[in-house]
């Protein structure tokens, strides 16, 4: 056995007795306690602040912030917005209600992603979002040819359901090969 002492009790240890070593320092066994509740350390799972070693219990009791989603202590990483700490699973987007752990935005003062910030930002502005980059159209018209961007031979739809006829004009037969593209 090790020739050292308990660092709780200053004894020695032993000839058979078991040892508890934590980051190289030697306990007891029964020395080995939280040092709030003084309880032995369930499968050994401790947390140390400022050198003193908890059982969680007492670690989120004193120590741990609480979750401003959630109301369950946080343990391990944390975000924070506004003064409040929050889980990253319960850090989400006001809009939409996904996660943010990717960053985020303000939008009118509450945490949104990107995508959904934008989108409400083109709606206040009665514009239109870019569905591949997720900036705001400031042309006044759009014009493309369905043939460059989308295979039609295998491409079936509705054109009133995908086009809002009222601000998009365009003649079919002049952008869309009519023989391998089937229109309900």
């Known amino acids: 056995m090790t020739s050292s ?5 200053r004894e020695g240890f032993g000839l058979n007795e078991s040892v508890v070593n934590a980051n190289g320092v030697h306990w007891h066994q029964q020395c080995f306690v ?7 350390f369930p499968d050994g799972l401790f947390f140390e602040h400022e050198g003193r070693k908890y059982c969680q ?3 989120e009791l004193l120590f741990a912030p609480i979750c401003s989603g959630c109301g ?25 209600g996904d996660e943010l752990n990717g960053g985020f935005v303000k939008y ?3 945490p949104t992603c990107k995508p959904c910030a934008g989108r409400a930002r083109a709606q206040a502005d009665s514009k239109y979002l ?8 400031d042309t006044e018209h759009l014009t493309f040819k369905v043939r460059d961007i989308i295979d039609t031979e295998h491409l079936t739809f509705k054109v009133r ?8 004009t365009f003649k079919v037969r002049d ?9 309900k």
Do not use: M
């Not at 870019?130 to 159209?137: D, G, K, Q, S, V």
């Not at 359901?161 to 998009?168: A, G, P, Y």
């Open 5 to 9: 002492l308990c660092a709780i009790c």
């Open 161 to 168: 359901d995908i086009i809002d006829t009222e601000h998009l």
């Open 34 to 40: 939280c040092v709030q509740c003084l309880q032995p």
């Open 108 to 110: 009118q003062g509450n």
């Open 57 to 59: 219990d007492d670690y």
């Open 175 to 183: 952008i869309i090969d009519t023989e391998h593209l089937t229109f």
């Open 72 to 96: 369950q202590y946080i343990i391990g990483r944390i975000f924070t917005h506004k003064n409040s700490k929050w889980h990253p699973k319960c850090f989400t987007c006001y809009i939409c």
């Open 130 to 137: 870019c569905a591949r980059c997720n900036h705001i159209i």
